[in-house]
Nanobody, 126 residues
């Protein structure tokens, strides 16, 4: 079965950096766009970043543009999220997700993704 496993979360001070990683198994990773979403307590899940199946196109939420970078390694079946300049409002559980349909560009909408990881907690202290 398809599995997504995130790692790399933790506690960091404001202004610091973290790198999240997600490894995918059970499907042809290189054929699917990938996304990162996050959910803070009491809030809805929101889009953070996406990358197309080949890695040439990336998309970001306005709130993280210029601070976060999404990348993928199709040889290792991994997608990473480099987070710099972290702010307390970035505190959330972060989820990676795999697109429902192959060879798409990537989507801002959670409904476009059919497989999700279990999430990794990121906490940014002020």
């Amino acid at each position: 079965q398809v599995q997504l496993v995130e790692s790399g979360g933790g506690l960091v001070q404001a202004g610091g950096s973290l790198r999240l990683s997600c490894v995918v198994s059970g499907r042809t990773f290189s054929s699917y766009a990938m996304g990162w979403f996050r959910q803070a307590p009491g809030k809805e899940r929101e889009f953070v970043a996406a990358i197309n199946w080949g890695g040439a196109r990336t998309y970001y939420a306005d709130s993280v543009k210029g601070r976060f970078t999404i990348s993928r390694d199709n040889a290792k079946n991994t997608v990473d999220l480099q987070m710099n300049g972290l702010k307390p409002e970035d505190t959330a559980v972060y989820y990676c997700a795999s697109d429902r349909i192959s060879f798409r560009s990537g989507s801002y909408s959670a409904s476009a993704y059919d497989y999700w990881g279990q999430g990794t907690q990121v906490t940014v202290s002020s």
